[in-house]
């Protein structure tokens, strides 16, 4: 299973960032694909996750009404829309995924997932 990311930089205060996630050795219909970041001198929180069976999302509070999470099965992507950024949006942003569970859409602590990626960073500047 491999998880890549790519879309990261570097963008104004209020700009926008697509993230995309590329999938590869799993259905990923079979999985909940979530996107998860690590601030500077901060543990790694999850942002938002998908499920992409059904389509169910979850956005952690800090990024509710800024960023939207997709998929496309067929092509096995992930995005993240990232919106209305902010200076402490600024962080190095993880693909990762877990098989998924239909109870809720949210992979939960990093200790639950199952595969990563290595991260693309984003840098928002005032």
């Known amino acids: 299973v491999q998880l890549a990311e790519s879309g990261g930089g570097l963008v104004q205060a209020g700009g926008s960032l697509r993230l995309s996630c590329e999938v590869s050795?799993?259905?990923?219909?079979?999985?909940?694909i979530g996107w998860y970041r690590r601030a500077p001198v901060k543990a790694r929180d999850g942002v938002s996750c998908?499920?992409?069976?059904?389509?169910?999302?979850y956005y952690a509070d800090s990024v509710k009404a800024r960023f939207t999470i997709s998929s496309d099965n067929a092509k096995k992507m992930v995005y993240l829309q990232m919106n209305s950024l902010k200076p402490e949006d600024t962080a190095v942003y993880y693909c990762?995924?877990?098989?998924?569970?239909?109870?809720?859409?949210?992979?939960?602590?990093?200790?639950?997932?199952?595969?990563w990626g290595k991260g693309t960073p984003v840098t928002v500047h005032s």
């Open positions: 998908i499920t992409n069976g059904d389509g169910s999302a």
């Open positions: 990762a995924g877990r098989r998924a569970n239909y109870d809720t859409a949210y992979i939960g602590p990093p200790n639950g997932v199952d595969y």
């Open positions: 050795g799993v259905t990923l219909e079979d999985y909940t």
